[in-house]
């Protein structure tokens, strides 16, 4: 299940400082403002200032676990995607395993108490999905089967901390969707705790309004699941706005706004935000300005002969797994629109088959399998 493990796990670890009535740390009201700080001086790509608060925490609680998680969500955003970049993702899976022993060195090994579970589910859910990258499948469902226990746990507190609204949602949510879109996986699923997608996109959308450290998570996977598998791209607009006025810095969080927009055919402010986004001119962010770019030249300026050329420039451009995978298939699906305008069906179909080759979105899949 694609969950996204570091950010989903760190605002449930986190949520933990008013329900844990014996940790010294998450009972600290001035610690925890600061890593709250931290984090948004992350999200906002001020990885300076962050690193400065976090000095200041590993300064207060030398060794604790939490440092190593502060500085490996650091590397995650700095050096995004990680898994890129050689170097710093073996920096980065070493903070997780320092985490980890960190966790046995202050609490003791396989250590019950709810402080250690849950620093130790946010280590191994991070090295759960490095390892899922690396296509070391196994590894990473050991590491998630271990996260997985501590996980649940967090729907019994959500209506003591508003914090697990984000989690549980996330859960609720994507229990039942997984075996939806993967139909093999379902016999597996009885081993999982039942859901309910409808209350969890409701939880959700309460952590956006009651959620502190969780309120950025809960927009970003809510917009998200509303372009993916809802079909309500105006609601994906809604939430992304909001990550983008709290961190107008955030590159990923602009690329995603924009596609957002672009889906829910608000081209002309799509067009007033390309601009920004062409400055990141690094990884994936030129294939995303290229097929937004066309994407604007099919639907808005009506040129389907530049359209063409600018979807065809786009497939060629780097795409990420992660955040960038369904923008071939979107630019397939252009270019089968164009064809087809063209009068060349043969042409229309084999690009449609070629967008259902990679093809999540559920918007997208019904296009193209509409086409006959």
């Avoid at 998450?26 to 200032?49: G, H, R």
């Avoid at 690193?51 to 050096?79: A, T």
């Avoid at 859901?195 to 996109?201: A, C, D």
Wanted: glycine share 6%.
């Amino acid at each position: 299940m694609k969950l996204h493990y570091l950010r989903l796990i760190l605002g449930l670890l986190f949520a933990l400082g008013s329900t844990q009535a014996h940790s010294q740390l998450l009972n600290d009201a001035n610690a925890i403002k600061t890593i709250q700080s931290s984090l948004d001086k992350i999200y906002n790509y001020e990885f300076s200032e962050a690193q400065l608060l976090i000095n200041k925490i590993e300064r207060q609680y030398p060794g604790h676990p939490v440092s190593h998680i502060l500085d490996s969500f650091v590397l995650f955003w700095k050096y995004l995607p990680v898994k890129d970049h050689k170097t710093m993702s073996k920096v980065y899976v070493d903070h997780l395993n320092k985490c980890l022993e960190a966790v046995e060195k202050k609490f003791g090994d396989d250590s019950k108490d709810p402080e250690a579970v849950f620093y130790t589910m946010v280590a191994r859910g991070y090295l759960a999905m490095m390892h899922n990258y690396n296509g070391e499948l196994i590894n990473a469902a050991t590491e998630g089967k271990r996260a997985y226990g501590a996980f649940t746990e967090g729907l019994k507190l959500t209506g003591k901390n508003p914090e697990f609204y984000f989690t549980s949602g996330m859960y609720n949510y994507y229990v039942e969707l997984y075996p939806e879109v993967h139909p093999i996986v379902k016999p597996l699923m009885i081993f999982f705790k039942s859901g309910n997608k409808e209350l969890g996109l409701k939880q959700m959308e309460i952590g956006t309004r009651l959620g502190t450290i969780t309120r950025a998570e809960s927009c970003y996977y809510l917009a998200h699941i509303y372009t993916k598998y809802e079909t309500r791209t105006d609601k994906a607009v809604f939430f992304m706005q909001k990550l983008v006025d709290w961190y107008p810095e955030n590159p990923l969080f602009m690329m995603k706004y924009i596609e957002a927009q672009l889906l829910a055919q608000q081209y002309q402010q799509a067009k007033a935000k390309m601009t920004k986004l062409k400055k990141y001119n690094t990884g994936f962010y030129p294939g995303a300005h290229q097929l937004f770019a066309a994407m604007l030249l099919e639907k808005e300026d009506k040129n389907d002969q530049a359209a063409k050329n600018a979807y065809l420039a786009a497939i060629r451009l780097p795409h990420d797994s992660q955040y960038t995978d369904e923008y071939v298939p979107l630019a397939y699906a252009g270019l089968a629109r164009i064809a087809h305008r063209e009068g060349d069906r043969a042409k229309a179909k084999a690009y449609y088959k070629k967008c259902l080759e990679t093809a999540e979105y559920r918007s997208l899949i019904k296009e193209a399998k509409a086409y006959k």
